[in-house]
């Protein structure tokens, strides 16, 4: 008796096993099927794309730049230069990721520009963008009930954002893609090029940075 309802738990457990391995095939067939509509030129694939992303990829941009239209342009650029590049993508990493990559990209080169111009930008990676988003201000938030300590967590916030400014910039950018937008170490390494110990290394390191320039808070 207990052994026949032994084998019966076993074959449901099969039985449900092969039904999620049977929708992680769909789902990596209709994702295959859609990235090879974009590489094919597909407008409404292309659509698609910017529809199912461009938050993340502005939520990335404007905090990295703390600037609502240069946010707005470089995400623009990001999607024009994900749709020539399309055809190169290997779906080596998630669609997500690649564009994260090529966001960062964009933004490096655009601060570079600024940068031989001598034109002064304020960078900033802790402005929340949609009420999904966890900001890095949350490492140091509590609920305050008084205005007194209301203002207070406030000073505590602006003075997170300078300290995150001050840190260099490898730092800062690995600091965000973890802590802010919740991408693992692998996806991380993938964004930045990277391999994984120097991920680990960068987000420990400009972590440190942080908890110094914090200390008093």
């Known amino acids: 008796m207990v052994f026949s309802k032994a084998i019966a738990f ?35 694939a292309f659509d698609t794309l910017v529809l199912r992303y461009s938050s993340d990829i502005y939520g990335l941009l404007y905090r990295i730049t703390e600037d609502a239209e240069e946010a707005s342009d470089l995400t623009q650029e990001t999607f024009l230069r994900a749709l020539k590049a399309i055809k190169k993508f290997r779906g080596d990493s998630e669609l997500k990721t690649w564009l994260f990559r090529i966001a960062i990209n964009q933004s490096r080169n655009r601060f570079r520009w600024w940068k031989r111009r001598k034109k002064e930008k304020t960078i900033s990676l802790d402005a929340p963008v949609g009420e999904s988003n966890t900001p890095m201000s949350e490492t140091v938030s509590t609920n305050y009930a008084s205005p007194e300590e209301t203002t207070l967590q406030n000073e505590r916030e602006k003075f997170l954002v300078e300290a995150l400014k001050e840190l260099p910039d490898i730092f800062r950018e690995a600091v965000i893609l973890c802590d802010i937008e919740g991408l693992s170490y692998e996806e991380i390494a993938k964004v930045l090029d990277l391999n994984m110990g120097t991920v680990k290394s960068r987000i420990a390191r400009g972590r440190v940075e942080l908890r110094k320039k914090l200390k008093d808070f």
């Open 10 to 44: 076993d074959e449901e457990k099969i039985g449900k096993v092969a039904l999620a391995a049977e929708k992680t095939n769909a789902c990596s067939t209709v994702e295959a099927e859609f990235i090879e509509k974009l590489k094919q030129g597909d407008a409404k």
